[in-house]
């Protein structure tokens, strides 16, 4: 009953009076028994209460979250870090973000065989709980081109899906977007009934299943001019599993795309087996960072630590975040040289990446 009646409260100071409000009222009153009554409201955490979950495909939940006065907002496109504890264990996951215009936003989850934390939340979490998070980060967000061509492939069409909901729903942007977006199986399709009403709004949807016979064409050198004869004139967002972006990117390359208009997002990132890399004995490589100017001289002693570190290490001001290879915070574009290790196309994610020439240029 108490519980219930927090929650009811909760969402009412959140909606009605409003996030400054209730910051202004819990940082005068902050007190220890105020913090024992509700520590959703009356803390220095960021946290969210669970208002609804949605069975959204097979394996495939959203999560409504309305989050406290500590939400500082978000860009359609980003995504939180969830942090959760599971039998005294602390995990951090993170998901992109919907944003709902009640000021709450949603998560989408697809349960893995094995995923301690997406088990949980599809198996455990409930309305009305509260989840710990992080604020809003990631650089996957709209940039003002006029054209966008979405590729996606599983879950990774949320952070598109988030994109694709806010320019529709605002009224000022004239944006001409198509999407392609491939799933498994008919049973896997997310965001099923969005996908239909986008169609109804202009957008090219193209829906292809990987596994299942007679489904629409998948994207290959073969067909990619018959289902965008205009790609090069798009700015492409891609998001889905290493392998399929990999092979879009191979693709995109082999038709003389403009890797610079490519702008990337993966949910994870396995650091490859770097092999034999350029030896920094031989010569005293240089890294030019030409946006800012800026350009750094090598030593053996350098040999083995990423861009971000040799940046740091060499007074570079350069932005970073979660130092991952996950965020894009670091990304950069490669002009000239060779890096090994977290490249996509030509960006360049300096937190897990390496020197691997005697010259590499960087520029934003």
């Not at 709209?142 to 899906?161: D, H, N, R, V, W």
């Not at 991952?324 to 915070?329: A, E, L, V």
Request: charged share 15%; proline share 2%.
């Amino acid at each position: 009953m108490l519980n219930h009646l927090r929650q009811h409260t909760n969402r009412w100071l959140m909606q009605t009076v409003g996030h400054d409000w209730v910051d202004y009222i819990a940082s005068n009153t902050m007190t220890v028994l105020n913090r024992r009554l509700n520590d959703f409201i009356w803390t220095y955490e960021l946290k969210a209460q669970v208002i609804a979950i949605t069975e959204e495909a097979d394996q495939v939940k959203t999560m409504t979250l309305m989050p406290n006065q500590r939400w500082q907002g978000m860009q359609a496109g980003q995504y939180i870090q969830l942090k959760v504890l599971i039998d005294g264990v602390a995990y951090q996951r993170a998901y992109s973000l919907s944003p709902l215009e009640n000021g709450c936003f949603t998560i989408t989850v697809k349960q893995h065989a094995g995923g301690r934390v997406s088990t949980w939340l599809h198996e455990q979490l409930t309305v009305g709980m509260e989840l710990r998070l992080e604020a809003a980060q990631g650089q996957f967000c709209y940039q003002q081109q006029e054209k966008i061509l979405f590729i996606s492939a599983g879950s990774g069409i949320t952070p598109c899906y988030s994109i694709i909901q806010s320019l529709l729903a605002d009224t000022r942007a004239k944006v001409d977007i198509a999407l392609y977006a491939q799933f498994s199986q008919t049973k896997d399709v997310i965001y099923r009934q969005s996908l239909q009403q986008w169609r109804a709004q202009g957008v090219q949807v193209h829906v292809a299943l990987s596994q299942q016979t007679g489904s629409d064409h998948l994207l290959t050198a073969d067909n990619l001019l018959q289902l965008y004869p205009d790609f090069r004139q798009r700015d492409i967002y891609l998001c889905g599993p290493a392998g399929f972006m990999d092979n879009i990117i191979t693709l995109l390359q082999m038709y003389g795309y403009d890797m610079t208009r490519l702008h990337c997002e993966r949910f994870n990132f396995a650091a490859p087996n770097l092999g034999e890399q350029f030896d920094f004995s031989q010569c005293q490589p240089i890294v030019d960072f030409k946006h800012l100017h800026q350009r750094i001289s090598l030593s053996p002693e350098d040999q083995g630590q990423t861009l971000l570190a040799l940046a740091h290490k060499y007074g570079v001001l350069v932005e970073s975040g979660c130092e991952r290879g996950m965020c894009g915070s670091c990304k950069l574009t490669l002009k000239e040289g060779k890096v090994s290790g977290n490249q996509l196309g030509k960006a360049v994610y300096l937190c897990t990446s390496y020197p691997d020439s005697a010259h590499v240029v960087l520029d934003a």
